[in-house]
Structures are given as C-alpha cells and as structure tokens.
C-alpha cells in the first residue's frame, strides 16, 4: 500500500470515531487504581515510622575504668619493674624515668625516714649513708646536720649536770633550814619562858621581895634570848633567800633546756618534712606508680631506654573489678534537646565490625545539664554489658571507643514533610499579624 492509502485510511470516519471516544470503562478503572495507590501512599506516609537518629562518639568502659599513668617529665626509662599482664599492688612501682639518683638508696631512705620517731632525751640512729641522691642530696645533708645537732644536745646533757649541781647546793640549805625553824622554835619557847620569869621577878621586886640584881638579872635574860631569835630568824630568812636563789636557778635551767630542746626537735623536724618532700617531688617527677591494685597493660612503653615525654601516657592498670558496663558519649550541641534520658542507645564498636558483630545496646540514665566544648556528656548504662545484638560475646575489660546511635523519636515521613510547611505557616501568620 503506498503512503497515500495509508494517510485516507488513518483518516477514515471508523478510526476517528474510535480516537476521539475511547472506552468510559478503561477510564474508570485506572482512576480508581491510581486513586487507591495515591491514597494508600498518603496514608502510608503517617502509618509507617522509622526513628529518628543522633549519631555521637562513645567510650565503653566499666563503673571502674582502667587508670592511666602519665609521665611527669621528659627522659629515658630507667628501669621497668613489672612486666606487661602482671598484678600490682596500689602504690607499687612500675616504671622509674632517668635521672641523676639512686633508687634504691631513695626508697631506702624514704622507709627510713617514715619510720622514724623523736623520742625525748634518746639519739636518733639513721642506720643508711646516702650518697646518690640528685636533687635530693641537698636536704639529706641538711637532715644529716639536724640529726647531729640534736644527738650532740641528746648526748652532751650539759643542763641536767648544771641542774644536778645545784640541786646538790640545795640539799645542805633545805637541811639548815629545817634545823633553822626548829631551832627557832626552841628559841621562841625559851623566850616565852624568860619573859614569864621576868615578870614575875618585877613583880617580887616591886613588893620589895627580891634585889635589884635579881631584876636584872631577869632582864637580861630575856633581852639575851630575843636578841638570839632575831638572829636565827635573819639566819632562816638568809637560807631561804639562798634556797629560793636555787631553785631560781634551777627554774631557768630547765627553761633553757626545754628551749634548746625544742629548737634542736624543730629543727629536726623541719628538715625531715623537707626531706620528705624532696623525695615526694622525685617519685612525682621519676617514678612512675600505681594509684591502685590491678593489672599493668602496657601502651607507649614497652622496654628500658625508651624515651617517654611530659604528659606521655605510658601505662594502664584495669581494677580487677571493673563493675558494670557503661558507655560515656558526647553529644552535639545541635539536636542535643531531644536527648532524653531512658532513650535506647546503639553503640557500634571501633574494634568489632558491626555488620559481623552487631551492636551493643543500653539506656541513657543521665545527661548533663551544662555541655563541654560544645558537646554534653551522657552516660549509658548497658544491658548486657558483653553480648551484642548477634549475641556473640565481646570483651568490654578496659576502654573501647565506637559509635553510638541515639533514637529520640519514630516519625513518619508524613510528619517529617509537613515540619516545614509547619514553619513557613507558622513565619508567615507570625509576619502578617506583626504588620
């Protein structure tokens, strides 16, 4: 057929009648399924609901995380104590940094001086020379100084020899003093005594009973025992000058003692708390100790004459109980407020692939309320604390940092389209009322 005929037939009166009325019941048909589908996608859109996530670093460690411990100076290890996997004791050493002292004479001077005590009137015995002490050498020589003084005061014992003396000088006086008073009292009778003939003779005399010389006789008598008790009062009085002159000198004999003493134990123990301190400041800047007990993990360190720098974390101790499992993450400022507590956590370790793995799960149980260089700090306690969502078996002993997903919210994507047309109503309505 040439292209002519094929122009009248398309044109023909059957075929357009058959273009321009196509089928009502078609029509009807495919409305009403592309209805429904439109439909059931609307309606989806507000059923269906995946939550929303807030995606932050985390640190999984236990309610006792390892401790780490950090150089305080820069050199070479000197000596490793403990090997890496062993048990420690708290305070025990672990590593000792390069420098100009002996160990072994510091740590034996340190138990030395902790178990040293002053006892009054007793030499001190030291029982260790040191010599190799660096920067410590100094205020070993000064305790050495003090130690000699305060023996030398110890041992001398010049004041108890002087007090003894004049304790001896005292003695004779207080045994004059007592024959004194006694005598005295004799004295003082024998006067009463002469008093009581003299008035009687008076009294004969005046009566014309007895001479003139028997009168004064009499007189005589009495005026010749006071004058004797006068005398041994001036006596007494003059020995108890000399005693209390004595026990003067005594007095301050032993004020003078005890201040001497008191200098040579302060002295003494000022230079023992320099001492003290001097070896304290060597262990924080050579020694490298545990704060607590527990297992010594290895990490920048590994063999002697290395070199370690100021600040360096060189070791770890993991407690042997490490408690329970949480995770500690830090949350971006933005979307920060919908972080709630209770909210479910998924955390992906670093060190186990989470599409192999799984994922550890838990619940966060706070949130700070102030943030730190932009982030805030929440803490998460895990559920099963070495079990992943695979339920295979992790080890969670020490610290691990990974990936954690917050889920705030389940929204549908019907309520997540409308957010902003929420927003621009809300603008405009806010705008049209302020003009």
Known sequence: MTEKGKNILLRSEEVQDILSRPPHSLIRTGSSVIGAIVMIMFIGCFLFKYPDKITCKATVTGTNPPTWIIAKSTGKIKELRVTDGTFIEKD???AVIENPASTEEVLKLDTAINKMQIIEDKEIRIGITANQLGDIQEYYNSFIKAVTEYNNFVRNNLYDEKIRAEEKQLKPYAEYTLSAERQLAL???Q??????????EKKLHEKELTSTADMETAEQELISGQMSMEQMKTSLANARI???GIRNNISELQIQKEQERKQAVTALQTSIESLKNAIEQ???NYVLTSPVNGI??????WKENQNISAGDKGFSVITA???KVIAKIKIPAKGSGKVKTGQRVNIKMDGYPYLEYGFLTGKIISVSSVPDDGTYTATVNISKSTVTSYGKNINTDGEHTGTAEIITDDLSIGERLLFPLRYLTHNNLKWHKET
Do not use: F, H, L
């Open 191 to 200: 006067n009463r005594i002469n008093e009581t003939n003299y008035k009687r």
């Open 187 to 189: 004295s003082s009778k």
């Open 242 to 244: 000399q005693a209390a």
């Open 92 to 94: 025990g050493i672990i």
């Open 296 to 301: 010594v993990s290895y990490n920048n360190i």
């Open 282 to 284: 060597w262990k924080q």
């Open 321 to 323: 109980r490490q408690g």
